[in-house]
């Protein structure tokens, strides 16, 4: 018997069936039934596409999965989801639009093998939970992949109509999708109570746990005011569930196995270094892709995570290579060797190899539609590192580039992306006359990707760092007119003087920098971020020395005194994270 919580979650769910029901029913009277491919059959064509892709062979695996694409709902997913996947990295509106023809296509396929409930089932579902004895295996599956495509078509509507309305079906088909998924997790649960059970039924169970555990983990991630609004109408995440669920995906030998791995690789490798505390499980990550590196040696997206945990664990050296050989991998997807420039790019300017870093950046510019800001941002700041004499070698004007970031900037739902707009003001000292240089704008977006975590491993370069902030300090100091920018690059460079000391073991010395950040905050003119950053650094370092109380006082301060400043929705994802982490930390003492 439900009670009162599951059964308005539940009415939910059927309002939403419901109305899916009345959206596509005009379109199935229309055509006709074509013969029904095998669930057996499905699978097993699935995961031959899935071998195709990451074996490089993108066109076939596209090509294996179409023709069926109406009469199976794996065969539907799969290809939908590979168009999807194509549409996010180019960009590109027929990419978008064929994309979205497949979702659609898809859905509709996935429409004709769910159950179909009469009005006396549909009433009694909202007293009783429906198990899985009442469903076929088949329409259990079709449920699962519904259920993920109508996530995809979500993400989808969201980049191809950035309107308001745009932003509220996204939401609509989320929260749908999120409803099917939990009555999933129950159909699963009252499934393996039953006495036997197909060799295929492994597929929709890796289903409900990339699924459960995928919204699960996503949603531990916001920070708790979101989460409470997100749990009033239906949300609910819990990180340890959600690292769960997809731990059993990745090792249930299933077709979302590899699925599981990656959401996991992407939430180790980019997700906590982003918007946590940069303490991704990497031996977990390693003992993923393991098994995944002997199947597909030659797989770009494979060889792509290898060299990232490479990155991430400081060895850069080997990191670069790996990148380069993925590039050479295949040539039908350029935009994973994006992927790669940017990586290089980084790997660069975390050694100060300025004119090599610049490269990438200009490949970026020229290839790449994922941010133009702030790839035009990012080539401009690398070149300012350089001596003038090497600028002039490019054939570069610096000034002129930081002038044509405000212009590319993009907007989603009528805002401009946080990152973007914080390039673009930042980039806005060139427009006076004479423009106003920034200090160290390179040394400051590789504290905006959390790349001073990264650079922290390797002590050799976070002392040449470390260097290079004391000589533009130094450099500053000697300025005959001091701009009306002098105490915020003041205070830029002690903050980052304080990571670059946090991390060469020096904390009493970085708690120093940090609190003169702190202090000076009513000197500070544009750059606001700089004091709410520096409380969430000096809470780390107060974490460090293991002054638990203190460390989450600061943290709370930043977050709940500070406001409308750049980037202010990132700090309270790290908040967030580290918060989470003293909460583990002191119960670990305590035990």
Known sequence: MMNKTDRLSHVGNEADRMNSDAAVNDVLKETPMEPQMDLRTALEESERSLNLFHSNKFSE???????????????????????????????????????????????????????????????????????????????????????????????????????????????????????????????????????????????????????????NLMLSLMPNRVLRLLEFIGFSGNREFGLSQLRAGAASNSLRSILCVITLLVYYTYITVILGTADG????????????????????????????????KGNLE?????????????????????LCYWELMWCHCF?????????????????????????????????????????????ENVVELFRQVDGLMLRLVGKSIPTEKFVARKARRYSS????????????????????????????????????????EQHLSKASCPSEYHFDDQNLLQMLKGLCLKHLGRLPQAELCFTQVISSEKKINFDHYLVPFSMYELGLIYKLQGDFPKATSVLENAKLNYKDYSMESRLHFRIHAALDSLKDSTSTCMS
């Open 318 to 338: 080997e990191a670069q290579l790996k990148f380069l050989e993925c590039t050479g991998l295949q040539q039908e997807w350029r935009q994973i060797h994006h």
């Open 433 to 472: 006359s004479p423009p106003v240089p920034l200090t160290v704008p390179a040394l400051e977006m590789m504290y905006v990707w959390n790349g001073f975590s990264i650079v922290g491993k390797r002590a050799e370069l976070t002392a040449n760092l470390l260097t290079t902030l004391e000589t533009a």
């Open 61 to 215: 695996a596209l090509a294996l999965l179409e023709p069926r694409a109406k009469t199976s709902v794996y065969h539907a997913m799969g290809h939908s989801s590979i168009l999807l996947l194509q549409a996010g990295m180019t960009f590109d509106p027929t990419d978008i639009q064929n994309a979205m023809a497949s979702l659609k296509e898809a859905l509709q396929t996935c429409q004709r093998f769910r159950r179909k409930y009469s009005v006396f089932e549909t009433i009694a579902s909202l007293f009783y939970t429906r198990t899985a004895e009442r469903l076929s295996e088949e329409e259990m599956h079709a449920e699962i992949c519904y259920a993920e495509c109508l996530l995809h078509k979500a993400a989808l509507t969201f980049l191809e109509d950035e309107t308001m309305i745009g932003l509220i079906k996204s939401g609509i088909k989320i929260r749908s999708s999120y409803q099917i998924f939990k009555e999933c997790l129950l159909l699963l649960n009252t499934a393996q109570n039953l006495p036997e059970q197909s060799d295929t039924f492994k597929h929709f169970q890796g289903g409900v746990n990339m699924g459960i555990g995928s919204f």
């Open 351 to 395: 050694r100060q190899e300025w004119l090599e870093a610049y490269r990438y950046a200009d490949l970026l510019c020229t290839e790449s539609k994922w941010s133009r800001a702030v790839f035009m941002f990012q080539k401009a700041a690398i070149l300012s590192m350089l001596p003038e004499e090497d600028v002039e070698k490019t054939g």
């Open 281 to 312: 499980n990497l031996c977990e990550a390693e003992a993923l892709l393991e098994p995944y590196i002997e199947k597909y040696p030659n797989g770009s997206v494979i060889i792509f995570y290898v060299a990232r945990i490479a990155v991430l």
